[in-house]
């Protein structure tokens, strides 16, 4: 069973930074595309931003372009980690790792979360 743990959540100021890590116990074909989710308080959850093993293309909310990026630790091979530059109030929300077998695909793989708090 994979397994996806993030980390690097916590308080951050409006305007700040903060980088999330997700961490996949082990690189499968359902872990070919690995992605970063968040859910506010009273929310669904959305798409943040994916990005794709194969190819390293990636994919953003448009909320986020320019501000966020997603990469890929390629020494580690199981890291994929969410840059997150000049964050916003409306951004406080746990995000979640994921994982699918493509970056368009299903993400049936879930972290827990981590929570990102975002003071105005």
């Known amino acids: 069973q994979v397994q996806l743990e993030e980390t690097g959540g916590g308080l951050v100021q409006a305007g700040g930074s903060l980088r999330l890590s997700c961490a996949a116990s082990?690189?499968?074909?359902?872990?070919?595309?690995m992605g970063w989710f968040r859910q506010a308080p009273g929310k669904a959850r959305e798409f943040v931003a994916a990005?794709?093993?194969?190819?390293?293309?990636?994919?953003y909310a448009d909320s986020v372009k320019g501000r966020f990026t997603i990469s890929r630790d390629r020494a580690k091979n199981t890291v994929v980690y969410l840059q997150m530059n000049n964050v916003k109030p409306e951004e406080t929300a746990v995000y979640y790792c994921a994982a699918a077998p493509t970056i368009s695909g299903k993400y049936g793989l879930w972290g827990q979360g981590t929570q990102v708090t975002v003071s105005s």
């Open positions: 990005i794709s093993w194969s190819d390293d293309s990636a994919l």
């Open positions: 082990v690189r499968t074909f359902s872990t070919h595309a």
